[in-house]
């Protein structure tokens, strides 16, 4: 969506590597989440961020670390990725109670 | 925690008919939002729809509107004139402070030409 970006779309890793994805945002927004999606689950919050270098859990943290050094950039780290993170990744803003998601990356462990 | 509940996994509707998508969530708070969310095979997620709390008017989208029964914690879709572009995923989703979107688990929906 317009204003938001994820990157890679797509990729494979192996298991025990380390993986971070980035999501970018142009609209200056203070709130950022990062969410995971799984058959059966929904979209459940990873962490976020309601500023730069502040940041927190949310439901499924564990295996997660985040930063954001900037207002536009939120990364998300997998320390060592495990095949039970094999999933898709979205990251959000907000604003008010207005959201808008990225497109998300589809991230596959092997 | 409020959760949100979305009791069928799957729908499936005549085209032109009308379908209703279910949701039911936990909250001990008086203002929040709710949302229904679309989301095709391209996997981006799209609003459909949006309900204040405190508003007991049930928003409307065109084709779209809500029954929203706030005693009851309930939230369920309506989707009428179905058209196979409808055919996805839905989310319903509540709105806590700290601005966290909790979603519930979504309906797949199939529309049958």
Known sequence: DAGITQSPRHKVTETGTPVTLRCHQTENHRYMYWYRQDPGHGLRLIHYSYGVKDTDKGEVSDGYSVSRSKTEDFLLTLESATSSQTSVYFCAISWGSGYTFGSGTRLTVV | ?113
């Open chain 2, 1 to 113: 925690a409020q959760t949100v509940t979305q009791s069928q996994p799957e729908m499936s509707v005549q085209e032109a008919e009308t379908v209703t998508l279910s949701c039911t969530y936990d909250t001990s708070e008086s203002d929040y939002y709710l949302f229904w969310y679309k989301q095709p095979p391209s996997r981006q997620m799209i609003l459909v729809i949006r309900q204040e709390a405190y508003k007991q008017q049930n928003a409307t989208e065109n084709r779209f509107s809500v029954n929203f029964q706030k005693a009851a914690k309930s939230f369920s879709l309506k989707i009428s004139d179905s058209q196979l572009g409808d055919a996805a995923m839905y989310f319903c989703a509540y709105l806590q402070g700290a601005q966290k979107l909790v979603f519930g688990q979504g309906t797949r929906l199939t529309i049958n030409p």
